[in-house]
């Protein structure tokens, strides 16, 4: 596991952006599992840059969201309208800004009248992509990955899930409460990729920022692996691992003088 920190959210974002560029230019028609939330905001602003600068090229990129609230979401082959749906936030923040395809695009479908089913069929999706490469995740401020909240099995796959009300707390906060919208209107499941399902993916960057997360991302990368923490599987994944931080998120790490040593001596001898 290589983690890296940083000085600040800018500089988080611009790392794990040139990660993905990296993966991007290397494999062109590289399938990414994407993540929405105010962490990676800053990565695909870097990403846009990348594209609309430097040429980093899409158009052969195929690309997996990790979740979508039930009840929510926009036709891509229609006009966009504003919602606080993910598919919303994925366009808004990236895609309508790069040259992916839209038949390269998959995200929850919110409005699946039969969503069981339709988690089955993504999960046949991602298999018939040849697996995703690289994985981008966030981190909830409980230790989720996606909505896999707490007592989540570590071997679960894409399914159906009730929120706590620490998440839907977060994300009425971050959402719904900015769009005038009553908590009790806003959604109370989801549609997620499994814990299961993200440890398939060859790859995984894993990105946090700010005081506020370092505690949980100190449980999540020193402690034990536990279900009541999902994300902390992190270490159970036998791929190339990308845990990306700011000064402030790595600050209760017991060993973070060590990971910038270890950073240190990788680029000076070119590991």
């Keep these: 596991m290589n983690i890296i920190i940083r000085e600040n959210y800018e500089q988080m974002s611009k790392y794990a952006a040139e990660i993905i560029a990296g993966y991007v230019k290397s494999k062109p028609n590289c399938v990414l599992g994407l993540a929405t939330g105010s962490t990676p905001i800053g990565t695909y602003q870097e990403l846009v840059r990348m594209h609309r600068d430097e040429g980093l090229d899409f158009s052969e990129v195929k690309t997996f969201n990790l979740d979508e609230y039930l009840g929510v979401g926009i036709d891509l082959e229609k006009p966009y309208q504003m919602d606080q749906s993910y598919a919303r936030f994925m366009h808004e923040e990236l895609l309508k800004h790069i040259n992916i395809k839209r ?23 991602i298999k018939k992509a040849g697996g995703i490469d690289l994985q981008l995740l966030g981190l909830g401020g409980d230790g989720h990955w996606g909505f896999n909240e707490p007592g989540s099995s570590l071997g679960s796959r894409t399914q159906v899930v009730a929120l706590t009300a620490q998440t839907l707390d977060d994300n009425y906060e971050a959402f719904y409460k900015k769009a005038n919208i009553k908590r009790d209107q806003m959604p ?28 949980i991302v100190a449980k999540c990368l020193e402690g034990p692996i536990t279900s009541q923490i999902t994300a902390s599987a992190i270490q159970l994944h036998s791929g190339n691992i990308s845990v990306v931080l700011d000064e402030a998120a790595a600050s209760k790490l017991i060993n973070s003088a060590h990971y910038k040593h270890v950073e240190k001596m990788k680029r000076q001898y070119g590991l």
């Design 103 to 125: 038949e390269n695009i998959h995200i929850p479908d919110g409005h699946s009248k039969d969503p069981r089913n339709f988690c089955q069929w993504y999960e046949e999706e």
């Design 188 to 215: 109370h499941f989801a549609i997620t990729m499994g814990i299961g399902t993200i440890l398939d993916a060859k790859n995984i960057l894993m990105i946090v920022n700010g005081a506020k997360k370092a505690d």
